[in-house]
């Protein structure tokens, strides 16, 4: 058997959507760019929703939108992508690495109040919901309101996901969701940026089109007189096209289905590999309803008798894919040399990485799939024993 990493189907109304989109005449951002952000916002609960060709440029508008500029101090988990952390840089500002939780790899309201006392003139924090779990937003946000910090919530892996049956996306001044390739729902590449306020929708629209004041679309389709545009800021190339949104509207319609499936993944890795000692399973806080299943990432611990490479090589031989999140940024070679970071300052997101592994998750794996990355671990672990006698 042979069980990849993560698998997309695009087995629902995609390719119809696609095909009538194709066959309009008018490719790019426009009607059913309009209507998936109408759906989604509807989804979530939020007032506005503005669909990009990213999360990573959602979090760039969000940010310039909330006027984070030069040596702005913004909190952000080491624990993450890239993505989270370049576009602060981007902007001039300053990124605060902070560690996160082990097991859950979140910010709690405990990590950011620590972080607040070293760096009380923080602006602004990017807060991702990992894995598809929420963070304890309630708090957090109460926190950010009593110091003024701006809360960006970075929902790249959370999507469908909830917080207190709420879903998360009109908690924060604004919340940025990926539909890359392998995230929750896919539009191929693409993000939405949802929000409650005007201003940051009405900021975020004009720059994801080069700062012009007014839709493209607009201008081809209004009457003749409608032709002048005016540039009010020096905007950027970050509009989703039809065909991608094509194919975000057949996926949110399968959202919540998807969930379900990847779901019943975790849940069958919870019950199987409850009496492997060696490893230690991801803490879920929240009702398992609420979580988007994004990542399952277990952490080999000290019982394990085995180093991660051989469990990872493996795993490789018996045609079982992984990945592995992440290498925290602080060990990146831009932001550990520029910003001075020390491994000693993220004790838990130094304990996690360099014995974690993320086990395949996908909707429609299946139960086989599943038994067989569950025996195969177990048997790659007990042969650890063996090994070392
Ligand atoms: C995938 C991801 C992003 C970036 O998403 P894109 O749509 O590829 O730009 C940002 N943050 C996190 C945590 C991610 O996993």
Same mark, same amino acid.
């Given at each position: ?66 006027? !984070? ?22 902007? &001039? ?10 097991? #859950? ?20 924090? !990017?807060?991702?919901? *990992? ?9 957090? &946000? ?25 879903? !998360? ?10 539909? *890359? ?88 890795? *919870? ?25 399952? &990432? ?40 520029? *910003? ?11 304990? #996690?990485?360099?014995? #974690? ?33």
């Amino acid at each position: 058997m042979k069980v990849p990493y993560c698998r997309v189907y695009c087995d629902g109304h995609e390719l119809e959507y696609v095909r009538r989109v194709l066959e309009s005449g008018w490719l790019t951002t426009a009607h059913v760019c309009f209507e998936f952000e109408q759906k989604m916002a509807d989804f979530i609960g939020c007032r506005y929703s503005c669909a990009v060709n990213s999360a990573t440029a959602a979090l760039h508008l969000a940010a310039e939108a909330l006027e !984070i500029g030069e040596n702005d101090l913004v909190f952000v988990p080491s624990m993450t992508f890239a993505a989270s952390a370049e576009i602060i840089v981007h902007l &001039q500002a300053r990124p605060v690495f902070l560690d996160t939780e082990y097991r #859950t790899n979140l910010i709690t309201p405990e990590i950011l109040e620590e972080g607040i006392r070293k760096n009380p003139n923080a602006k602004a924090l !990017i807060l991702v919901h *990992y894995g598809g779990q929420s963070a304890r937003i309630d708090e957090i &946000q109460e926190i950010c309101r009593a110091h003024h910090i701006k809360l960006i919530e970075d929902a790249a892996h959370a999507f469908p996901s909830k917080y207190q049956d709420r879903y !998360i996306g009109s908690f924060g001044d604004a919340t940025c969701f990926s539909f *890359y390739a392998n995230k929750t729902i896919t539009t191929a590449e693409g993000g939405m940026l949802c929000t409650n306020s005007e201003n940051i929708y009405k900021r975020a629209k004009i720059m994801r089109l080069h700062g012009i004041n007014r839709d493209v679309w607009d201008r081809y389709t209004g009457n003749a007189s409608k032709w002048e545009y005016d540039v009010v800021a020096a905007g950027y190339k970050y509009n989703m096209t039809d065909i991608h949104a094509a194919i975000g509207l057949a996926q949110l319609e399968r959202a919540e289905e998807m969930r379900q499936q990847r779901q019943f993944c975790a849940e069958f890795y *919870y019950r199987e590999l409850a009496d492997s000692v060696e490893i230690d399973l991801p803490v879920c806080y929240v009702p398992h309803e609420d979580h988007s299943w994004h990542i399952f &990432q277990i952490v080999l611990n000290d019982q394990c008798p085995l180093k991660r490479s051989d469990v990872l090589q493996q795993l490789s031989d018996a045609d079982i894919g992984f990945s592995i999140h992440y290498k925290p940024l602080h060990q990146m070679t831009f932001y550990k040399e520029k *910003y001075h970071l020390n491994p000693e300052d993220f004790p838990n997101a130094e304990k #996690t990485w360099q014995r #974690t592994i993320s086990l395949p998750i996908y909707a429609r794996m299946t139960s086989d799939e599943l038994e067989y990355v569950c025996k195969t671990l177990k048997k790659i672990l007990k042969s650890g024993y063996s090994k070392v006698r």
